[in-house]
Nanobody, 117 residues
């Protein structure tokens, strides 16, 4: 399993922006599909965005046009740029890594994002 460390969470006002980062401890980062999940209190964890090793991206409908997932293979890091944040985006955000041809998924410890005035 790969170690994942998220950063960049915090408190932001509605309409604001945050950029989450997730650093992976592996020399084979380019072989991993990466994702961002979130979980709000009392809700199930949901997939927010996903980026494949080839750079293809998918988003859940509620964040399309506002969030952008990207990766920097030279830095072993995946990012989630979050713009026009809404109170309903408040959640703990988790980074995931899944090596191609493997069913194993590694999870980060999570970073709290709170959108409130």
């Amino acid at each position: 399993q790969v170690q994942l460390v998220e950063s960049g969470g915090g408190l932001v006002q509605p309409g604001g922006s945050l950029r989450l980062s997730c650093a992976a401890s592996t020399s084979s980062f380019s072989l991993y599909n990466m994702g961002w999940y979130r979980q709000a209190p009392g809700t199930q964890r949901e997939l927010v965005a996903h980026i494949s090793r080839s750079g293809s991206t998918t988003y859940t409908d509620s964040v399309k046009g506002r969030f952008t997932i990207s990766r920097d293979n030279a830095k072993n890091t995946v990012y989630l740029q979050m713009n026009t944040l809404k109170p309903e985006d408040t959640a703990v955000y988790y980074c995931t890594a899944n090596r191609v041809l493997s069913s194993d998924v590694s999870w980060g410890q999570g970073t709290q994002v709170t959108v409130s005035s």
